[in-house]
C-alpha cells in the first residue's frame, strides 16, 4: 500500500473509533514540524490509534524535560515559613519552662512578669496560650499583686494527668476550681468563692458536688469556725491553722492528749537528772527521743511541738531551765523542786500585829527573815 493511503486509513480509524479526535473537520489539530515532537504515539491492542501527549515532561526527540525549577520567592516564602515554624516552637518551649519552675506552682506567674520576660515577643504567646487553655493544660486567676496590691491575671501551668481532670469541665466550672486552688491549703469559704466567681448559689452548689464526684476538690472544717464550710483541692492536706494540728481532734481541744504528754515529760526529766532539782539537764532532743522510743503520741510531733509542751511545764513552775550546753548552746531542764505561788500578803492582813517583824520558821525547816519574799511550802 502507498505510504500516503496507509496514513489517510489510519486518520479514517482515528475519527471513526477514537472520542479523542472525533471533532468537526475544521477543528482538526495541525500537525506541524515544530508540534510533532510533542506527540506520542501508541498502539492500542490489535488498532493502529494516535494519541497526543501533553508535551509536559517530554523533550525533543522523545527525551524527559527537567521539572520547572522554583522561583526565588518560593524559596523566600518557604524559608520564612520554616523559620517562623521553628520560632514558634522555641517560644512554646520557653513560655513551658518558665511555667514549670517550682516558684510559679502554686500561685502562678503574673501577666505583667510575662510581658517583661519575653518583650516584643509577648503577643506572640497569644496562639500558645489559647492552644494549651483549649487542652485545658493552662488555667488562668484573677490574685491582687503583693506589689501593687491591684489585681492581676495570673497563668498556672497543670500537668497531662491533672489537664485530663479538667477536660469536660465548663468555664465556670474551671472558674470555680482555680479559686479553690488559688487558696491552697488554707481553704476557702464557700461564701468568697460566690464573691469572687459571681456565681448563682444554686449554680455553685451543682459545680461543688460535680468537682468533688470527679475528686477534684474536698469539703473541710476549720477549727476556728466550725459552722463554715471550706474547699480545698483534693490532694492538699489541710494547714495547721484549720486543723489546729496536733492539739486538736474532730475539731476540738484535746486536754487528755496534751496531759498525757506533760506527765510523761516531768517523769522523764525527774528520772533522767535523778530527782528533783538536781543533775545537769537535759536537752529538747533527749527528751523528744525518749518520747518515740516510749511512743506515747499517737502521732510523730516536732521538735517545736514538743517544745510547746514543754514550755507549759516550765510556766507552771514545774521545770525550770538551767544552763545551756557546751559548743552547741542548747538549754538544759531539770524538775524544779515543788513550790506554790509567791507570798503576797499585806501586813494589815496579818493576825499577829508584829507578824511583818517577825521572822519565820516553816514546818520544812526553812527559815525566813522579816519581809523576805517567798513562796508558801
Known amino acids: 500500500m502507498h505510504p500516503s493511503s496507509m496514513v489517510s486509513s489510519i486518520v479514517h480509524r482515528i475519527e ?10 475544521t477543528k482538526r489539530p495541525i500537525v506541524t514540524a515544530a508540534t510533532a515532537n510533542g506527540i506520542k504515539r501508541r498502539r492500542a491492542a490489535g488498532e493502529n490509534v494516535v494519541r497526543v501527549g501533553s508535551g509536559t515532561g ?3 526527540g522523545g527525551a524527559v524535560r527537567p521539572a520547572p525549577v522554583p522561583s526565588s520567592s518560593s524559596f523566600a516564602a518557604a524559608s520564612a515559613s520554616s523559620t517562623t515554624t521553628t520560632n514558634n516552637q522555641q517560644l512554646n518551649d520557653e513560655f513551658i519552662r518558665l511555667l514549670s519552675n517550682p516558684q510559679h506552682k502554686n500561685k502562678g506567674i503574673a501577666n505583667s512578669s510575662l510581658k517583661s520576660h519575653f518583650g516584643s515577643q509577648y503577643p506572640a504567646l497569644v496562639p500558645i496560650i489559647n492552644e494549651l ?5 493552662l488555667t488562668m486567676s484573677k490574685l491582687t499583686s503583693s506589689k501593687t496590691g491591684e489585681s492581676e491575671v495570673y497563668f498556672s501551668l497543670l500537668s497531662v494527668e491533672e ?5 469536660g469541665l465548663d468555664a465556670s466550672s474551671k472558674m470555680v476550681y482555680q479559686v479553690i486552688e488559688a487558696a491552697g491549703n ?8 460566690r464573691v469572687q466567681t459571681n456565681i448563682q448559689q444554686a449554680t455553685l452548689t451543682k459545680i461543688f458536688k460535680q468537682l468533688e464526684t470527679r475528686r477534684l476538690i474536698k469539703p473541710i472544717k476549720a477549727v476556728t469556725a466550725k459552722t463554715k464550710k471550706l474547699y480545698m483541692l483534693y490532694d492538699l492536706s489541710p494547714s495547721k491553722e484549720i486543723t489546729g494540728g496536733p492539739w486538736y481532734s474532730d475539731y476540738e481541744f484535746d486536754h487528755e ?3 498525757e504528754l506533760r506527765n510523761f515529760i516531768l517523769m522523764c526529766i525527774r528520772r533522767m537528772n535523778g530527782g528533783y532539782g538536781v543533775g545537769n539537764g537535759v536537752t529538747l532532743k533527749q527528751i523528744a527521743n525518749k518520747m518515740i522510743q516510749a511512743n506515747v503520741s499517737r502521732i510523730q510531733l516536732s521538735l517545736d511541738e514538743v517544745s510547746q509542751v514543754l514550755q507549759t511545764l516550765v510556766l507552771d513552775y514545774l521545770v525550770e531551765q538551767r544552763g545551756v550546753t557546751e559548743g552547741g548552746g542548747e538549754a538544759l531542764f531539770v524538775a524544779a523542786k515543788p513550790v506554790t505561788t509567791m507570798c503576797d500578803f499585806e501586813w494589815w492582813d496579818v493576825l499577829s500585829p508584829d507578824f511583818h517583824f517577825r521572822g519565820i520558821r516553816f514546818e520544812d525547816g526553812v527559815y525566813l527573815s522579816a519581809h523576805e519574799p517567798h513562796h508558801h511550802s
Do not use: E, Q, Y
Open 58 to 60: 517530554v523533550g525533543v
Open 186 to 193: 488554707k481553704g476557702i469559704w464557700t461564701v468568697d468563692v
Open 133 to 137: 487553655t483549649r487542652t485545658s493544660r
Open 16 to 25: 471513526s473509533n477514537t472520542h479523542t479526535f472525533a471533532m468537526p473537520p
Open 163 to 167: 489537664a485530663s481532670k479538667l477536660r
Open 257 to 259: 492528749f496534751i496531759a
